[in-house]
């Protein structure tokens, strides 16, 4: 079993929609919680990490950890065609652990 | 330069052939990982650096696969006697220090193809 689990997709949404992407993990101790943000033909950059439980907001983005169910997602709010990418859920350390990815595609 | 610089960024080789990657880490990073991305997948991990020793190699596929990082900075990723299932991305990664929440910064990757 891999160590965190991703929502495949691919996902394709028009302009201004909220997108809603989802991880869960399997080990209980993990503390970190990071999404990673993939353009295609490059490599990943870090989008947001998380800390424990609870939501983290960084403008259009918000990352939600539900230790308890062994859960997170990503929300982008007012999608924007920018924001067409691969998006990774990654736990840390020091080595990272990602989920397969998924493609979003944000329609003009 | 300001960002991990992997070279070369695409490379076609012939079944059987050696292959090896390099990698250049941001300046006075410590830690150094390398990754194996194929198609529609995320990275899977391979190896990591902290300056010139390499804790976890655990990643490897198999023994043809190599990796060194002899001076603490620059890496080189050796393939041997290449196979068709190696065609991917390699990816390498760098950070500061080796904790939690350190942010890893990835270069572009070299594409590599078995033919």
């Known amino acids: 079993q891999k160590e965190v689990e991703q929502d495949p997709g691919p996902l394709s949404v028009p302009e201004g929609a909220i997108v809603s992407l989802n991880c869960t993990y399997s080990?209980?101790?993990?503390?970190?919680f990071m999404w990673y943000r993939q353009y295609s033909r490059k490599g990943p950059e870090l989008l947001m990490y998380?800390?424990?439980?609870g939501n983290k907001e960084d403008g259009r983005f918000t990352a939600q950890v539900d230790k308890s169910s062994k859960y997170i997602s990503l929300f982008i709010r007012d999608s924007q065609p920018s924001d067409s990418a691969t998006y990774l859920c990654?736990?840390?350390?020091?080595?990272?652990?990602f989920g397969a990815g998924t493609t979003v595609t944000v329609r003009a | 330069g300001a960002g991990v610089s992997q070279s070369p960024r695409y490379k076609v080789a012939k079944r059987g052939q050696d292959v090896a990657l390099r990698c250049d880490p941001i300046?006075?990073?410590?830690?150094l990982f390398w990754y194996q991305q194929a198609l529609g997948q995320g990275p899977e991990f391979l190896t990591y650096?902290?300056?010139?020793?390499?804790?976890?190699k655990s990643g490897l596929p198999s023994d043809r696969f190599f990796a060194e990082r002899p001076e603490g900075s620059v890496s080189t990723l050796k393939i041997q006697r290449t196979q068709q299932e190696d065609s991917a991305v390699y990816l390498c990664?760098?950070?500061?220090?080796?904790?939690?929440?350190?942010?890893?910064?990835f270069g572009q990757g070299t594409r590599l193809t078995v033919v």
């Open positions: 990664a760098s950070s500061l220090d080796p904790g939690a929440d350190t942010e890893a910064f």
């Open positions: 080990n209980s101790a993990f503390q970190y």
């Open positions: 998380t800390y424990s439980s």
């Open positions: 990654a736990i840390p350390p020091p080595q990272l652990s």
């Open positions: 300046s006075g990073h410590v830690s």
């Open positions: 650096f902290q300056n010139e020793a390499q804790l976890d």
